[in-house]
Nanobody, 129 residues
């Protein structure tokens, strides 16, 4: 069974940092584009960061310069380093995999294009003073 498991969320003050992890089981991340998405209360899920199979990355404008996505194929894990957190970063962060090679990390209308699967259960990030 293909599954992703997120971890690393928590409560952090504005300006703080967190590193989220997305670990795969049942498949090898090398062959997939991996995306991080978040959903705030009362809002639609939005794409946050994406890393393609060949390593190229893309980010939502709201997190550019603050978030960094990376992958460690040896550990079969993708990371999301989040710095300079603001209140608006609060939400449930989930990762997903996309196996096609058409879209890469193309971003359109608030999300990354593609057929995303193997969704994890999500990890809560709360930015609060």
């Amino acid at each position: 069974q293909l599954q992703l498991v997120e971890s690393g969320g928590g409560l952090v003050q504005p300006g703080g940092s967190l590193r989220l992890s997305c670990a795969a089981s049942g498949f090898t991340l090398d062959y997939y584009t991996i995306g991080w998405f978040r959903q705030a209360p009362g809002k639609e899920r939005e794409g946050v960061a994406c890393i393609a199979r060949h390593g190229s990355t893309n980010y939502a404008d709201s997190v550019k310069g603050r978030f960094t996505i990376s992958r460690d194929n040896a550990k079969n894990t993708v990371y999301l380093q989040m710095n300079s957190l603001v209140f608006e970063d609060t939400g449930v962060y989930s990762c997903a995999a996309e196996g096609g090679e058409i879209y890469g990390c193309a971003y359109f209308r608030g999300t990354f294009l593609g057929t995303w699967g193997a969704w994890g259960q999500g990890t809560q990030v709360t930015v609060s003073s």
